[in-house]
């Protein structure tokens, strides 16, 4: 061995005992507790259903709890160092808030503040597959204040709470609860909706008829009776669909007015949900009605939405047969008073009609491309006719409904 050959074998040993060292030093070090790196935070969702997915260098067994005043999410994990982008936590559908950072020793904390109240449908902590850590999966839904209470309650009385709580509405205890109807007056605010030939705008009709008929409704003293809004103002689609959720409307009534291209057209039209459209103009009316949150220059989340799992469907199978009969009984009582168009019932896939669990309907009352319909809708006395029929069409949905055990 030449000198240089030795001292290069002295300084790979060297190098060989500094490596160890230094792994030495990395592996007490993660012993006595490294920060978990949060490595990414993504929300998907509306204003009635979010996805929240937190990403993790490891596995950092979290425990999370729901805070009231206001309404919120908190997940602690140990101490932690966050790598997340800013742009990811700005308030989007459900989630108006997030924050995070250390609290306590060894401990670090997100918290989400919700829009209103909600219940915590999932959380799941998965392995990443492609990639190495983790990541934590919550799902979340718009509820009322009664449900968000539950959740507190049941969570004061588990220890671990990280075990999912259950919202299944099904198979929860019955509660006494007045049949409930939510009215929502179309459009408002920046979104007139459609126009007259006389100068009648939709957002103004649909709100006066809608405070009409929440008297009419009120007046019977049998339900509870509340209103998406009350005054000219811009709400999106899905803000529209979490206040039902969140009165838990045994009905949620949508009053409309549009118009149509051809102008012989008139009279009443109901309209449920459905994928496929029942016909090209309730294709068109839907695709209008959709663009509602646009016009406010609001972006469309496109993203398919994640979290409909098994229960939602089933839920909305069970609903969607209630907002048939009720569709049904409505065809039948405006045919006694006012005039409906051929073939009343039709059904598009209109967003404000995609709660879940609320039977819900969307009444065209006439159309204000037709001048004896704009007549008619400035009618107080063709008004009260038609909130008179609503009314007895609630009637008879909300006793056959009591009837079948709620
Ligand atoms: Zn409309």
């Known amino acids: 061995m030449r000198l240089a050959d030795v001292s290069r074998g002295v300084v790979s040993i060297g190098l060989a005992l500094l490596f160890l060292l230094a792994g030495l030093a990395r592996l007490s070090f993660a012993a006595g507790g490294e920060p978990v790196e949060v490595t990414g935070y993504k929300m998907a969702g509306d204003a009635v259903h979010m996805r929240v997915v937190i990403n993790f260098d490891r596995e950092p067994e979290p ?76 799902d979340i839904s718009a509820a009322s204040e009664r449900q968000f209470e539950e959740a507190l309650a049941v969570q004061a009385q588990t220890t671990a709470s990280t075990t999912t709580v259950k919202t299944d509405r099904l198979a929860q205890e019955p509660h006494a609860k007045r049949f409930s109807v939510v009215i929502d007056p179309g459009h408002g605010g920046i979104d007139g909706g459609a126009e007259g030939m006389n100068g009648t705008v939709e957002k103004t009709i649909t709100l006066a008829f809608a405070l009409e008929l929440r008297a009419k409704l009120a007046e019977s003293g049998n339900y509870d009776v509340y209103m998406t809004r009350e005054q000219d103002e811009f709400l999106r689609l899905d803000e529209r669909v979490r206040i039902a959720r969140s009165h838990e409307a045994d009905l949620f009534i949508s009053i409309h007015a549009d118009t149509i291209r051809l102008k012989g057209i008139r009279g009443a039209t109901i309209y449920t949900v459905s994928e496929k459209a029942s016909d090209a103009e309730a294709q068109a009316l839907a695709d209008r009605e959709n663009l ?24 909305r199978r069970e609903t969607h047969g209630f907002s048939l009969k009720f569709a049904h009984s409505l065809v039948g009582e405006l045919s006694n008073s006012v005039g409906l168009i051929n073939n009343p019932h039709r059904s598009a896939g209109f967003r404000v009609l995609k709660a879940p669990d609320v039977p819900s309907v969307l009444i065209e009352l006439g159309y204000l491309s037709n001048p004896q319909d704009e007549e008619q809708l400035r009618d107080p006395d063709w008004r009260d006719k038609a909130a008179d029929s609503i009314s007895r069409a609630v009637a008879a949905f909300a006793a056959a409904k009591t009837a079948a055990g709620g």
């Open 292 to 315: 509602s949150d646009q016009l406010a220059g609001i972006e469309i989340e496109t993203e398919k939405q994640e979290v409909a799992d098994i229960l939602i469907d089933l839920i």
């Open 63 to 138: 425990k999370w709890l729901l805070l009231r005043g206001p309404h919120r999410l908190v997940i602690d994990i140990p101490e932690a160092s966050f790598k997340l982008d800013a742009n990811e936590l700005k308030a989007k559908g459900l989630i108006k808030a997030v924050r995070y950072g250390q609290v306590g020793e060894g401990m670090s904390r997100l918290i989400l503040t919700a829009m209103g109240p909600f219940t915590v449908d999932k959380v799941d902590m998965l392995a990443n597959e492609d990639s190495p850590g983790y990541r934590m999966a919550v």
